[in-house]
């Protein structure tokens, strides 16, 4: 929407105000009032709004709205923690001064699967990307809008093993959301990409270089950038270390990227998007562990802040949220654990455990109207 409208919009506010003139509704423009106002408000408050009449139904249903809507809500304000729990999810507002066990909403899970045998693997823009443990099957849900999609195919693709694949959702310059699969098999390795707009796979050509090095690397789950896809990769031969990958979406090419470098032998990273800029926290420093939060800057890397010495170290074996704009995050280990980091404060004062949050199996989204289902406006 034009700033030409939007000062309309406003003169028009304005002067009903000061009696000049009658303003309603049906005055400001339809345009004015989808793409300046109602695509301001939280999902839920959106899907409200549809009940109002048809032409607001049938403008706010669109997928052209519900990416724009997507792009334009507060990420902290709308975050969630969801629990999976027998039969039933709870879902928790992660306000950090507002987190609490009592302030939380149920949701019915929408699987077949049994609840103990669904493991939540990413999430991006309100969408979980869901495995079930006992079959393998990979599902993309929305738990705001109850909107499911089945992945797997009749021929096996889509089927995930725990601890060998990797997967990672992102949308390309169409706003296609995809999937992309890194699959590992008897020491082979295979690259797929689903799309919601065509529903189907296509393969992905791996690089020489990564292939050479297939059965001896572990993947990290896939976070998107600015158009790349990052991975951390473990590898086990010739001293690589931790490296990271960048899968560019629209070239759907991997090149491998520039690691914060240390002098240490051991090290690990945890990758973070906030801002809209790619961070990392790096532990480092084995037995006396240190942890750095880096900021990529074109292909280098900028160090922010040094985390205060806490033992056990708390960044390894774990997934980072970041919560807030003000600089607070969530770490959250791979047995339910969860505490708080502050990087406005200073020595023991910026980690915070949360007790309420312990023993949760779970994970972080917002709460957007994307859907796995590409339609056509």
């Not at 990271?244 to 051991?266: C, I, M, N, Q, W």
Request: with cysteine; hydrophobic share 40%.
């Amino acid at each position: 929407m034009s700033t030409n409208n939007l000062q309309s919009c406003k003169r028009k506010m304005f002067l009903h105000g000061h009696g000049r003139q009658s303003t309603s509704i049906d005055d400001l423009g339809l345009d004015i009032l989808v793409y300046e106002i109602l695509i301001r408000l939280p999902a839920k408050g959106v899907g409200r709004s549809k009940c109002v009449c048809k032409e607001w139904l049938s403008v706010l249903s669109t997928h052209h709205f519900a990416m724009m809507h997507c792009r334009h809500i507060s990420t902290s304000y709308n975050q969630k923690f969801i629990a999976i729990g027998s039969h039933l999810c709870s879902v928790f507002p992660l306000s950090c001064e507002d987190s609490c066990p009592l302030l939380n909403s149920k949701i019915l899970l929408p699987f077949e699967a049994p609840w103990n045998k669904v493991n939540i693997l990413t999430s991006f823009e309100g969408l979980l990307c869901v495995c079930f443990r006992n079959t393998g099957k990979l599902v993309i849900w929305n738990p705001l809008t109850r909107a499911l999609k089945e992945m797997s195919s009749s021929n096996s693709r889509g089927l995930y093993k725990p601890k060998s694949d990797a997967i990672g959702l992102y949308v390309d310059k169409t706003d296609d959301y995809k999937l992309l699969h890194i699959k590992r098999r008897r020491g082979r390795m295979w690259v797929h990409v689903y799309s919601s707009m065509f529903d189907s796979w296509h393969k992905i050509t791996f690089a020489n270089k990564l292939r050479c090095w297939r059965g001896k690397l572990i993947w990290s789950n896939g976070t998107f950038c600015k158009g790349v896809l990052y991975f951390l990769v473990n590898c086990f031969i010739e001293n690589k270390g931790v490296m990271l990958f960048g899968f560019d979406v629209e070239s759907e090419r991997f090149r491998l990227k520039t690691f914060p470098r240390f002098p240490h032998a051991y090290y690990d990273g945890n990758l973070v998007v906030f801002h809209k800029e790619l961070h990392m926290f790096v532990t480092h420093g084995l037995p006396n562990w240190t942890v750095d939060l880096w900021r990529m800057e074109g292909e280098s890397w900028v160090k922010l802040w040094v985390f205060p010495r806490i033992q056990p170290p708390i960044i390894l074996s774990c997934s980072i949220t970041h919560i807030t704009s003000t600089g607070r995050f969530l770490v959250v280990s791979n047995d339910g654990v969860a505490n708080e980091i502050d990087t406005t404060k200073k020595g023991d004062d910026c980690f915070l455990p949360l007790v309420w949050f312990h023993g949760l199996q779970g994970a972080i989204y917002t709460e957007t109207l994307s859907s796995p289902d590409f339609y056509f406006d």
